[in-house]
């Protein structure tokens, strides 16, 4: 194997590595016309992702063994659609018959734009929070065009906002058993997750008040992952929104709540601050956001972080690569949930 072909093997890792990375280099030279120097990124839990020097420019390539050529490909034309908007995006790169996506056996790569920036870290500084609103707010106007268009959705009718305290229990009862199951740290981590779980039983009622009192909300296609891994930053410049591929339809509420809510605006000095910074430019990029949106944003932001096991059950079950920041993202989304639990009394008064 040479440079290239060493440095993709390591990275896939799994059985026959050699012949895999052997396959990935010569498909991005066939398919793309592209060759150099590669080096691992570490971009992902889902991904392995390599910088690609080919003397003249820089290229991002992402292999992927957990989608299809047809997700990626549709995540390609997603990231043109913003883009359009002027929303700031990694373009994607097309091979040499116009495609997006290549599949290499079980494996698919695809290849974008080299874009140099830091992920958003705290703490978040108000012209990040300010780009941060702007982005958002284009990218769901340039969305808003796509079929299913925006239309206003019940708790009844959104499967997202359905309330089942007892599923709910169920799965911080499921999730309990697999740290006990296999733990490794009883007076380390172990102990850190149990005691956030067993925390959330405290906020069965809130979560109760805020699902049985939604009023309706805007549903229509979104990023999906709007968040910290894949806005990349130059200082307070936002220069790419990257990984279209969880692009679907969803309440907008949820997507700005998660990012405006989240944890590194939260957990940020001046926290509130950033967080309505957010929200303000938010709308005034996109005008048509309704008033119950917005309001609603920061609930739906509790909901997500409050019912989600993610990442204990990746860490527990064996599927995060990369343990310390798992670790460390479990405890910064629960301290952001109980600051937002402590905040929701009462539940948004909205008019319908």
């Not at 599949?103 to 978040?124: A, F, K, R």
């Not at 206003?152 to 359905?162: F, I, N, Q």
């Not at 009883?186 to 009622?205: I, K, N, Q, S």
Request: aromatic share 8%.
């Amino acid at each position: 194997m040479h440079g290239a072909e060493l440095v993709v093997a390591e990275a896939l890792g799994g059985a026959h590595p050699a012949g895999r990375a052997r396959d990935v280099v010569s498909a991005v030279a066939r398919e793309y016309g592209l060759t150099g120097a590669w080096t691992r990124v570490l971009a992902g839990e889902q991904s392995t992702a390599f910088r690609l020097d080919s003397g003249t420019a820089r290229h991002f390539v992402k292999v992927e063994d957990r989608t299809t050529v047809e997700r990626v490909e549709a995540a390609a034309e997603l990231a043109d659609v913003a883009a359009r908007q002027e929303v700031p995006a990694a373009l994607p790169r097309p091979t040499r018959h116009g495609r997006h996506a290549v599949p290499v056996d079980t494996l698919v790569l695809s290849v974008t734009e080299w874009v140099p920036g830091q992920t958003l870290s705290p703490p978040v500084s108000l012209g990040q929070a300010t780009q941060i609103g702007a982005a958002l707010g284009r990218l769901h106007q340039a969305f808003a065009a796509l079929a299913p268009h925006p239309a206003a959705v019940t708790a009844a009718e959104e499967e997202w906002l359905r309330w089942d305290a007892a599923d709910v229990v169920t799965r911080w009862e499921q999730a309990e058993a697999l740290v006990r199951d296999r733990g490794d740290d009883p007076d380390g981590f172990d102990r850190v997750a149990l005691t956030a779980l067993a925390e959330r039983r405290d906020w069965l009622t809130a979560l109760d008040r805020v699902l049985t009192g939604v009023p309706p909300l805007t549903r229509q296609w979104v990023h999906g992952d709007y968040a910290a891994p894949n806005l990349l930053f130059d200082g307070d410049r936002l220069v790419a929104v990257v990984d279209f591929a969880n692009a679907s339809p969803h309440l907008i509420a949820y997507e700005l709540g998660r990012i405006a809510f989240g944890p590194e605006v939260v957990l940020s000095p001046h926290g509130p601050t950033l967080s309505a910074t957010v929200l303000d430019a938010y709308v005034a990029a996109s005008p048509a956001a309704t008033e119950a949106d917005v309001a609603w944003a920061e609930a739906c932001a509790f909901v997500q972080l409050a019912r989600s096991t993610y990442p204990v059950t990746a860490r527990y079950a064996g599927t995060g690569r990369f343990r310390a920041d798992l670790d460390d993202f479990w405890v910064r989304r629960q301290d952001t949930a109980r600051l937002l639990h402590a905040r929701l009394h009462p539940a948004p008064d909205v008019a319908t």
